[in-house]
């Protein structure tokens, strides 16, 4: 029995095992962090207040990979999670599948610049070595700010309700987390942290007028 998937629904399957490899990835990672340093990158970070993120956070994360990979098989589901259909939401969805794979790759390059210092959470009782080069020397904060890219395209190729929700909880925790993680970094590293934040923007690179 062969499964047909619609034509109108291959951008979301795509970006959502775009997503899915994403995060294979990223667990990978974990596992080479704890066989190397001893620790799991923080993927269950020490302090409370990211353990009470990755609470709430984690079931974002598996919602962002099922919805848009498994909801094209699903028959018949209610407006709220079915998604919408619109004039040129097939070219939308093509686009957001085209800056996926764009954003997937540059994240890519980016966990290879940090190496060893990567990290997705913050403990207290460890200092990392800051990377300032690679796509690091335009953004601060590339993979957050990828991220929160890659969930912005699965909402465009699977743009329902639900999806709304899913996205806007994932770009508030990745807002809030990053504001933590500088005044983390700032405490940890001082004036080599803080000039950092004033040269370099948080996700946009900064103009610089001669």
Same mark, same amino acid.
């Given at each position: 029995?062969s499964?047909? !998937?619609?034509?109108?629904?291959?951008?979301a399957?795509i970006i959502?095992?775009?997503?899915? !490899?994403?995060?294979?990835?990223?667990?990978?990672?974990?596992?080479?962090?704890?066989?190397?340093?001893?620790?799991?990158?923080? @993927?269950?970070?020490?302090?409370p207040?990211?353990?009470?993120?990755?609470?709430?956070?984690?079931? %974002?994360v %598996?919602?962002?990979? @099922?919805?848009?990979?498994?909801?094209?098989?699903?028959?018949?589901?209610?407006?709220?999670?079915?998604?919408?259909?619109?004039?040129?939401?097939?070219?939308?969805?093509?686009?957001?599948?085209?800056?996926?794979? %764009?954003? @997937?790759?540059?994240?890519?390059?980016?966990?290879?610049?940090?190496?060893?210092?990567?990290?997705?959470?913050?403990?207290?009782?460890e200092?990392?070595?800051?990377?300032f080069?690679?796509?690091?020397?335009?953004?601060? =904060?590339?993979?957050?700010g990828?991220?929160?890219?890659l969930?912005?395209?699965?909402?465009?190729?699977?743009?329902?309700?639900?999806?709304?929700?899913?996205a806007? /909880?994932h /770009?508030? @925790?990745?807002?809030?987390?990053?504001?933590?993680?500088?005044?983390?970094l700032?405490?940890? =590293?001082?004036?080599?942290?803080?000039?950092?934040?004033?040269? %370099?923007?948080r996700?946009?690179p900064?103009?610089?007028?001669?």
């Amino acid at each position: 029995m062969s499964i047909v !998937i619609p034509p109108m629904s291959w951008p979301a399957v795509i970006i959502g095992a775009i997503i899915g !490899i994403y995060w294979l990835k990223v667990m990978q990672l974990v596992a080479r962090t704890k066989r190397t340093v001893g620790r799991a990158a923080n @993927f269950v970070p020490p302090e409370p207040i990211g353990r009470m993120i990755r609470v709430i956070w984690i079931p %974002v994360v %598996v919602l962002w990979i @099922f919805v848009p990979l498994a909801g094209p098989f699903i028959a018949g589901l209610p407006w709220f999670f079915a998604p919408l259909d619109f004039p040129g939401s097939a070219a939308v969805g093509w686009l957001a599948v085209l800056v996926a794979v %764009v954003a @997937f790759a540059i994240t890519w390059v980016c966990w290879i610049k940090m190496g060893t210092s990567w990290r997705m959470g913050i403990d207290p009782n460890e200092k990392t070595t800051l990377v300032f080069n690679g796509p690091y020397a335009y953004v601060r =904060h590339p993979i957050y700010g990828l991220s929160q890219v890659l969930m912005l395209s699965a909402l465009a190729a699977y743009p329902s309700p639900f999806m709304l929700i899913i996205a806007i /909880l994932h /770009l508030l @925790f990745m807002q809030w987390e990053v504001r933590r993680e500088e005044k983390y970094l700032v405490q940890l =590293h001082g004036p080599a942290y803080a000039n950092y934040m004033q040269q %370099v923007g948080r996700f946009v690179p900064r103009l610089r007028w001669k």
